[in-house]
């Protein structure tokens, strides 16, 4: 299938900012791929961010976008789904926003189901704000607040978003670029709170302090942790240690929160 890349990108905001080797561009390829094969139209269709190097992908995109303050994408995005319950709304943003300072937000749209894409972008590290350690950093790996190695246990993002109630739970890689835009447009077919974490690389504040050689390196290490759903269930428990599961993690039903919200409007008189 052709896609057709240059209906979604905004005039004149090329080439990006991104550093070489950075994981985002394809991340975003991949979403405009998901777009396009739904046939989203852009004025129906709202992307929202906070802050970092993930969330600089809106002012990519021709749409309907809100780049707003750190961490807080899930609470601005709530209210324009409230708001316009008819927008596509997706959300996009880095380990660092979306499960540090956006974390308690993020737990509570997943709770709430409200029907959104949230596309988080591990890279394992804070990047534009100046390479600060995560709560996606391994245990051990060098940031610039952790000079000596990280002493703190890491999240695992999928399994936090299934625990706070996310209905639609789904992971890749940036090195598997061609699942990205399936993943995600699974997750924005998903009716209630889809979550789909990319696991990609960031050469520039967690590559070089960590000692790997090259951005190939770094990609040759997503392909060699990741393992298909399908292909673990095969597998035994020693085997899959180190290993990352990759694909449809997570998919159940429940009451969508705008649904839900509308009938507490309308128990209390509020279309009369």
């Keep these: 299938m052709a896609f057709d890349y240059e209906k979604f990108i905004r005039p004149g905001k090329l080439p990006h900012i991104w550093c070489p080797g950075c994981g985002h561009g394809i991340v975003m390829k991949g979403l405009i791929r998901a777009m396009d094969s739904l046939n989203l139209k852009k004025e129906e269709t709202a ?26 994408a899930a609470a601005f995005a709530t209210g324009v789904k409230l708001a316009k319950p008819e927008m596509n709304v997706i959300l996009v943003g880095g380990d660092g926003d979306g499960t540090a300072i956006g974390g308690n937000h993020f737990i509570h749209a997943c709770r709430r189901n409200i029907n959104m894409t949230y596309i988080i972008m591990n890279n394992y590290i804070y990047g534009m704000t100046g390479g600060q350690f995560s709560p996606c950093t391994p245990t051990g790996h060098k940031a610039s607040t952790t000079p000596y190695g990280n002493p703190d246990p890491g999240f695992d993002v999928a399994k936090l978003a299934i625990g706070a109630g996310a209905t639609f739970v789904a992971r890749g890689t940036a090195f598997h670029a061609n699942q990205i835009d399936k993943l995600i447009a699974e997750a924005i077919q998903h009716k209630g709170f889809s979550v789909v974490e990319i696991l990609d690389d960031c050469p520039t504040t967690y590559g070089r302090r960590n000692k790997f ?3 190939v390196e770094m990609m040759n290490r997503l392909k060699e942790v990741a393992v298909p759903v399908k292909a673990a269930e095969k597998m035994t428990a ?14 159940v039903e429940r009451p969508e929160y705008c649904e839900e919200y509308a009938k507490v409007i309308e128990r209390a008189g509020g279309n009369k």
Excluded at 51 to 68: E, F, M, N, Q, V
């Design 213 to 215: 050689k090259s951005v």
């Design 47 to 72: 992307i929202v961010s906070g802050i970092g190097c993930a969330s600089r992908l809106p002012g990519y995109i021709d749409c309907c976008t809100l780049h707003t303050a750190h961490g807080r």
């Design 238 to 251: 020693e085997q899959l240690q180190g290993k990352v599961l990759t694909g449809v993690l997570h998919k």
